[in-house]
């Protein structure tokens, strides 16, 4: 069984749809990437997934609809969330928002120590306030307060946005490990390169619609993704 199934999700603001009909799964440890250019319904999709935008359709998790609950319950289901631009508690310490996030968990202490197991870095770090990290230290303390509640899927939403190539390559490595942990991941990215450095599955999105699925590797991907953004 997928850990998770998506079928036929919509999400609409007002009048405007901004994600149409999209369905995937993702098995443990698979990584699928997301692409497409500004607007094309990205953000929406993760939000749809993570109960933060009311959507159309179906979210399973491991087989237990989640269609109609909040993004509360979903996270102590089990589906972790990284939001585009970080958001973590600026006046709490490392250790405080790795502990928040623990809370979702069943297993707290083992969320905040495998963590750390992934995201060393951070543990030099536990009594800094968060707000005082840089942005590449605030986006790994995201992903490991995400992790700390155990999650079976991960959501993250342009992580490598705004980082410095070292960081990039950083995040590349760290996405690998969730997955090697068996964590689904699905991925939000602009940049092709993150998909094809992670030999990723992808989506491509246009408009709110899948318009194509691919794997990183495949040599025309370039040309199609370079259509879907133009079109
Ligand atoms: P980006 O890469 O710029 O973050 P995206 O692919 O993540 O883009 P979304 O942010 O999901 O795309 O936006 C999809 C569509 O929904 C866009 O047309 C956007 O203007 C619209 N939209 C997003 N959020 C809202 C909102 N809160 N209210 C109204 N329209 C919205």
């Known amino acids: 069984m997928s850990v998770l ?8 603001y007002g009048g405007v749809t901004a994600l149409s009909d999209v369905s995937l799964t993702l098995d443990e440890g698979q990584l699928l990437t997301i692409l497409g250019a500004n607007g094309a319904g990205k953000t929406s999709m993760l939000r749809g997934i993570g109960g933060l ?9 491991r087989g237990t609809e989640l269609g109609g609950s909040g993004a509360a319950q979903r996270a102590r289901a089990g589906i ?26 069943k297993e707290p202490r083992g969320g905040i120590d495998s963590a750390l197991e992934l995201l060393p870095e951070l543990r030099e770090m536990a009594d800094r306030k968060a707000g005082r990290l840089s942005g590449g ?3 790994m303390l995201a992903i490991a ?16 946005n705004g980082l410095a190539p070292i960081l990039v ?8 490990a969730v997955t090697s942990m068996g964590v689904a991941v699905l991925l939000v990215e602009q940049r092709l390169e993150i998909a094809q450095a992670l ?5 491509i999105l246009q408009r709110g619609s899948v318009v194509g699925k ?3 590797t495949e040599e025309d991907l370039e040309e199609r993704i370079h259509a879907a953004y133009l079109a």
């Open 5 to 12: 199934r998506v079928d036929g999700l919509s999400v609409r």
């Open 53 to 61: 935008e009311s959507a159309g359709g179906s979210v399973q998790l």
């Open 80 to 105: 972790g969330h990284v939001l585009e631009g970080r958001h973590v508690f600026p006046d709490l310490t490392v250790n405080e928002n790795l502990h928040l996030g623990s809370l979702l968990s």
């Open 137 to 139: 230290q605030q986006q």
């Open 145 to 160: 307060r995400a992790l700390s509640g155990t999650p079976d899927v991960l959501l993250l939403d342009e992580p490598s």
């Open 169 to 176: 390559q950083r995040t590349i490595e760290v996405i690998r």
């Open 199 to 203: 030999n990723s599955d992808v989506l």
């Open 214 to 216: 691919a794997n990183g």
